[in-house]
């Protein structure tokens, strides 16, 4: 079986030599570097550029990080930190905390917002375990990561005392400037680079992803290598129908023109939800601008079936559906048989969990396409690091085919900014005292 098939199952939708031909030039545009934001490709061709020696220089710095800590406190914002959680959910046991024996390290997050009570309640909960921080920014200036470092490093130093700390800490930033590159340099911080040729929300294969993934356990050659599988599955030059991510950029864009303005990526996998919520960022900031866009949204099925299904089923016809469906689960449960049979399930004696859940998404698939909603279909065989990194790279080149179909930038993120101004200018940050006025009077 491929690591990943994708499959316009239920889309009714016919893709012309012109369209097919228009989403491999947008595919050479990635490889050539003569489309939009040209400077931000390097992911394009990361996963088998990645050097043995960095791999081992990760791998060595996760394995010290574990030695010294029971919790990982991972600080980011976007593609700092959602990329890595993504996999991290997906590939960690939910229940570990209740094990009598928890695997090690755990992987906190912070940095992700500005809530007094989370940061709050994450300092509390880790207060009798060791802990160690990895803290991930370009610049070490944005708001909500900046903000939580200040306060983990504060907690960090008041514990060890100041040259622990050093050891204790690791920055992932620029390679030679901003504000967070300066403190680790003077501190003593070990730091790993984070490449100028690759935007946040496609760095999960960079440092920004891999360190807090190998800290925190998981097997991320096993990642890189599904990467390089699907980087040599939609290379430029590989046919249109061979080439996954051309037909999915090709068809959600079809879709887009006759008038499908959301994609809901849907999983029957509790375990992905985080994948989707990295697939949100990617999607949203690469293709939402200049009044343009796929809105991605997402669901977990079965249980958003009781929330969210009686919209999907029959409200507005202007969404389509994408299934991340997983072949195989990791574990057998059986159905037993009850002699009462009050539930009315004895008709389900002997078949897996999974048995049914295939089956509830094959129903649900086609009351969805009869009720108007076109359904796209990507499998993968398991929920494995490889299959996550062929995800990955998957969706990465997908966006980037896409963006350009769209007509724009898909590496830019210019409206991310306006609430930042906003934001400073009524904290009363210096420069932004004009700025201030004008929003007092707005308010």
Not at 68 to 77: D, N, S, T, Y
Not at 219 to 247: H, K
Not at 276 to 287: D, I, M, N, R, V
Request: glycine share 10%; hydrophobic share 40%; with cysteine.
């Amino acid at each position: 079986m491929k690591t990943l098939s994708f499959d316009p199952i239920r889309a009714d939708v016919a893709i012309t030599e012109k369209e097919k031909s228009a989403a491999l030039h947008a595919n050479a545009l990635l490889h050539n570097g003569q489309g939009a934001g040209n400077d931000f490709l390097g992911w394009v061709g990361l996963p088998s550029a990645l050097g043995e020696e960095e791999l081992q220089a990760i791998e060595t710095e996760a394995a010290r990080l574990r030695d010294l800590a029971e919790v990982i406190l991972c600080i980011g914002i976007g593609g700092s930190y959602l990329g890595a959680r993504a996999v991290y959910e997906a590939l960690s046991d939910p229940f570990n905390l209740l094990h009598e024996h928890p695997a090690k390290p755990i992987l906190l997050f912070a940095g992700q917002n500005l809530s007094e009570d989370y940061l709050a309640r994450l300092l509390a909960a880790v207060e009798n375990r060791s802990i160690a921080a990895i803290v991930i920014s370009k610049s070490g200036t944005t708001t909500e990561p900046a903000i939580a470092f200040r306060l983990i490093r504060d907690e960090i130093e008041h514990r060890y005392g100041r040259k622990e700390a050093a050891r204790r800490i690791v920055a992932v930033t620029d390679r030679s400037r901003g504000a967070l590159k300066t403190l680790a340099d003077r501190e003593g911080y070990r730091t790993f680079v984070i490449p100028d040729d690759v935007g946040g929300r496609y760095s999960v294969l960079t440092p920004v992803g891999l360190l807090p993934l190998a800290a925190a356990g998981i097997d991320i050659r096993s990642l890189l290598a599904g990467a390089c599988e699907m980087e040599r599955a939609t290379a430029d030059g590989v046919p249109f129908d061979e080439n996954p991510a051309a037909r999915y950029a090709a068809v959600r864009n079809i879709l887009y023109q006759q008038g499908f303005m959301i994609e809901i990526l849907a999983s029957y996998e509790p375990q992905l939800q985080y994948l989707a919520e990295w697939w949100k960022q990617l999607f949203g900031e690469s293709e939402g601008k200049q009044g343009r866009g796929i809105f991605p949204a997402s669901v977990t099925f079965t249980a958003d079936l009781h929330s969210m299904g009686q919209y999907i089923q029959e409200g507005e016809r202007t969404l389509f559906e994408t299934v991340v469906s997983v072949a195989a689960p990791e574990h057998r449960v059986k159905i037993g048989s009850d002699p009462d049979n009050l539930d009315g399930l004895n008709f389900l004696t002997g078949k897996r969990l999974s048995e049914i859940n295939h089956t509830a998404e094959l129903g649900v698939s086609l009351a969805h396409a009869d009720g108007g909603v076109p359904n796209l279909r990507i499998e993968i065989p398991r929920i494995d690091a490889r299959s996550l990194g062929t995800l990955i790279y998957f969706f990465e080149k997908a966006c980037g085919i896409s963006g350009y179909l769209l007509g724009v930038n898909p590496f830019d993120q210019p409206g991310v900014e306006a609430y930042k101004k906003n934001m400073f200018a009524l904290l009363g940050k210096p420069g932004y005292e004009e700025e201030a006025e004008k929003l007092r009077r707005k308010l």
